[in-house]
């Protein structure tokens, strides 16, 4: 195979990596955010504890609702599939925990695949350097 061949091989190679890697580094930023929003709840659930006066809760973007919590009230958990369900706050603390556990294993899985498409596209401009 010519230089010409070659060093073309190698461009559309790298082009393919580097949209991978974006797609990658975007799905790492995803999980990221999911990671914080667990964060974010876990400790609002904690806050609920002992609080009786009437205070704000958000339940979207830039709107809230005025409620007070009241001894024994349950946590409403996403379970999947737009199915709720009712749980004791220390339930729903460990079912967040869980899930935080497995986006941080994901997360793990993606920064390792990063770094290998990053090696690769470090490999394959080193041999475009060689054939100029």
């Not at 975007?26 to 806050?47: F, H, S």
């Not at 220390?90 to 793990?108: D, F, G, N, S, Y």
Request: aromatic share 4%.
């Amino acid at each position: 195979m010519g230089n010409d061949e070659e060093i073309q091989k190698l461009a559309y190679e790298a082009q393919y990596l580097q949209q991978q890697l974006s797609e990658m580094q975007r799905q790492l930023q995803q999980a990221i955010i999911v990671m914080n929003n667990i964060d974010a709840t876990t400790k609002t659930i904690d806050g609920l504890k002992g609080l009786r006066q009437e205070t704000y809760f958000q339940i979207g973007s830039d709107a809230f609702v005025k409620a007070k919590p009241q001894e024994g009230d349950k946590i409403l958990i996403d379970a999947g599939a737009n199915v709720l369900i009712e749980k004791e706050p220390h339930e729903a603390k460990e079912i967040l925990r869980k899930r935080k556990e497995q986006v941080e294993k994901a997360t793990e899985v993606m920064k390792r695949n990063i770094d290998k498409l990053n090696a690769r596209l470090m490999d394959i401009e080193k041999k475009a350097e060689e054939f100029q």
